[in-house]
């Protein structure tokens, strides 16, 4: 797990779109036609071991990554097009903006990440990989987070989500709750312009996106 916290992000490109039955060994195949290929992480689930969907390829140099950009995104894999943007971006992207959801009353047999990942990015661009909450057991509490590199996205999400069937039960999504702030929860007009901002100063806005590596993280 430490080699994604080590990873040169400048010479790294994530992946999305992955068919389940993509390994490691075929990412490696195909990025190699790009440039020498230091590491490939596919992620999975760790109580399932699905997974996820996406994944990330290191390169030797920026410059390999970049070319890889050019010549393989949306090159077909089990006739999925794949969606391969700059790592380096996705980390830019990460960054916090608020546009973050609470998906409640999960069915617990049913939702895992990997349902999350395949429902909710269809809405946008995710800044984290969805993560169910899960007790020290490793049994779903019933809920997670889901966050976006954009309001709109989020505001799709909520609109399309809330109140439809997930598995066997109908789930709730709305902003989730400020982290320091009692009974705020995200998406207010303070944040929307404040990401508008961000993003209108940003100068790599404009390129792709994805999941970054610290999906992995918590806190929301």
Known sequence: MAQKFERNQDASVYIGNLDDRVTDEMIWELMVQA?????????????????????????????????????????????????????????????????????????????????????FGAFGQMAQAPRVARDQTGA??????????????????????????????????????KKDAKGERHGSAAERLLAQEARRNDPAEGGGGGYAAAGYGQGY
Request: glycine share 8%; proline share 5%; aromatic share 10%.
């Open 35 to 119: 440039g020498p290929v230091v590491n490939v992480h596919l992620p999975k689930d760790r109580v399932t071991q699905r997974p996820l969907g996406y994944g990330f390829c290191e390169f030797q140099t920026p410059a390999d990554a970049h070319y890889a950009v050019q010549i393989m995104n949306l090159v077909k894999l089990y006739n999925k097009p794949l969606r391969v943007n700059p790592s380096s971006l996705d980390r830019r992207m990460q960054q916090d903006v608020g546009a973050k959801l609470f998906i409640g009353n999960l069915d617990v047999d049913v939702v895992d990440d990997k349902l999350l990942h395949d429902t």
């Open 140 to 177: 779903s509490r019933g809920f997670a987070f889901v966050a976006y590199t954009t309001f709109e996205a989020a505001d799709q999400a909520i609109e399309a989500m809330d109140g439809q069937y997930l598995g066997g039960k109908c789930v709730s999504v709305a902003y989730a709750f």
